[in-house]
């Protein structure tokens, strides 16, 4: 087995074919009908400044095999920290264990779709500097810097900045021959900036809008993102956030930038179109979803402007991968087509049970030591493809309304439906033009009406990838990294809410 050899050299190093034929070979011969083995390694590092001194500086490495089986259409896991053969056949008897003794709870037996076998495959993410190489004073002195500059500013009190980094490298082998050699990084600098009006008793912060991102070091020297472009503009812009006049409530038409607005699509998109969540299957973390199987093609989700894709293959995605965690190939779907819904998120087992031959790669763990679940691709709206319309195009249209830029808090409900959002900065826009920035503002809708009300996209110089590297899910809890591609919408007559008033403050 010969493996790509941009994956580094200690885990190449590992004995994967002999823990995978040793895993295998118990499981095929303790009645397994299907069995998959995962070898993993995950490194992450923390770091974090406050009024740039080190306030925490963490390595984590996870290292294990997993081991899944079906032994009488019953699911059975199983894993160790332990990577010798003795230790990876001992764990498949316990997922076959685990299997003939969950049998007699289990009500409907399992079934997946079918899928090409991949023999020998490697997948190495997009990134130029892996940071893991760089030494941790070095990015630590970068994190200064950025905090230095920011303090050094006029009116800027606080300053926290940080950088998680991921490196999360992964074997997998079946019983049908696939087997998958992949590594992949992802990190996201930040800080965040913050100034107190001590005659008035509040305080505003003003953070950087650069998402997390499936790009290696070179991310925080400035490729992807201009961090020293920002990092000049922010005190300016958090001066003028502190003296900024407080949003009257009311219906306002919304130009909404992708830096805020991809969080609209995770939470009321890309969790709504999880499969099993539509089927009551996920419940207990964060509830199921309005979209069911039933309004499949039928289903109004928004406007005609309105496509939306689940995508495992965009370049620096923190969902892409080459193939998931059942060794399906990853790819790109529609789920929201002209304002219908047309598709769902999927892996092997939940294909067929909504009448497809085929997954659409969606099956992820975050550890060695959790099962495989169905988890979040990099779920997407889609750019104007007829014209490339700018940011300003869109708000020289509206007469009255509120540009809305980053991401701060949300609610939404179990069912995905009913939402409140808010935001970094506000401005307003009057006559078509921005008039300043206002405060406290929080735009309120269900799904359907927020997307009905869409009534132009920008084009794709205009569409920006970003996500969030915690989203949450399932008991145990996993955590897992996706990116929300996105242009900016305008939307017609949202509700605005006063934040603070709504708090009663």
Known sequence: MRIDDRIDAEFRGLPLAGLADAALSTAAALGAGHADVRVERIARQDLVLRDGAVAACGDELTLGLAVRVIVDGTWGFASTPALTTGAAAATATRAAEVARTLRAVNREPVVRAEEPVHAGVSWVSDYEIDPFNVPTQDKIALLAEWSARLLAADGVDHVWAACPQVKEQKFYADLAGTSTTQQRIRLEPRFEATAVDRAAGRFETMRTLAPPAGRGWEYATGTGWDFDRELAEVPDLLAQRLKAPSVEPGRYD??????????????????ATEYDRAIGYEAAYAGTSFATPDQLGTLRYGSEHMHVTGDRTVKHGLATIGYDDDGVATTQWDLVRDGLLVGYQLDRTFALRLGLARSNGCAF???PHHVPIQRMANVSLQPDPHRDTTTEELISGVDRGIYVVGDKSWSIDMQRYNFQ?????????????LAGQLRDVAYQATTTDFWGSLRAVGGPSSWRLCGALNCGKAQPGQIAAVSHGCPPGLFEQVNVLNAVREAGK
């Open 254 to 271: 919304l130009v909404i930038d992708p830096t805020n607005l991809w969080l609209t699509i995770h939470e009321s998109v890309g969790h």
């Open 421 to 433: 959002f808010t935001g970094q900065r506000f401005y307003r826009i009057e006559h078509g033009r």
């Open 365 to 367: 763990a975050d550890s």
